[in-house]
């Protein structure tokens, strides 16, 4: 089934200058683009994207980080988009990452990890509705 998902291309990456190298590698892997944007989270924004984490050891960081640069927010459809992006951007955690993934060729650390890819669908919708929010975000081809 197409699914949609969310990818964000985070400050640590648009900083080091990874944009196009990312959406290259998400164009090679037939994702197709629905929506795209470039925009800086604020506390506001940050906190309700990131609710699930409010309270963790890592949060504030996770916050500041988000917050310190621009983002490109790429909405992306494809057969299985989730557990797809997913696969593609690697593990949170640097020590099991794999080779060929988007964090191994551009994380700086665990918090500073270059991408965000929703990890259900429900998330994806959930997420695209806070980025894009009043945006018409369907292809009609
Ligand atoms: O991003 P992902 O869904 O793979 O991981 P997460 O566990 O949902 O964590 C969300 C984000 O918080 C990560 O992408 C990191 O930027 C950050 N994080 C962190 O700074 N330290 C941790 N121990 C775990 C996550
Ligand atoms: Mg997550």
């Known amino acids: 089934m197409k699914e949609k998902s969310l990818l964000l291309i985070k400050p640590d990456a648009v ?3 990874h944009i196009g190298h990312i959406i290259t590698i998400l164009e090679e892997n ?3 683009f629905c929506a795209l ?3 800086r989270f604020d506390r506001e924004l940050a906190e309700n994207f990131y609710a699930e984490h409010r309270g963790k050891d890592f949060y504030e ?5 988000m917050m310190s640069d621009f983002t490109v927010a790429i909405i992306v459809q494809k057969e299985n988009a989730v557990q797809e992006l997913r696969d593609l951007i690697g ?3 640097p020590a099991i990452r794999k080779p060929g993934t988007i964090r191994y060729l551009y994380a700086e650390g ?4 270059a991408v965000h890819a929703s990890d259900s669908v429900i998330s994806a919708k959930r997420e695209i509705g806070i980025i894009f ?3 018409d975000t369907e292809r009609k081809d």
Do not use: A
């Open 15 to 17: 900083r080091n200058k």
């Open 30 to 32: 037939d994702f197709h």
């Open 37 to 39: 944007k470039l925009f």
């Open 61 to 65: 960081n996770l916050l500041n980080f």
């Open 91 to 93: 593990d949170v955690n």
């Open 110 to 113: 665990i918090t500073e990890n």
């Open 133 to 135: 929010k009043t945006e």
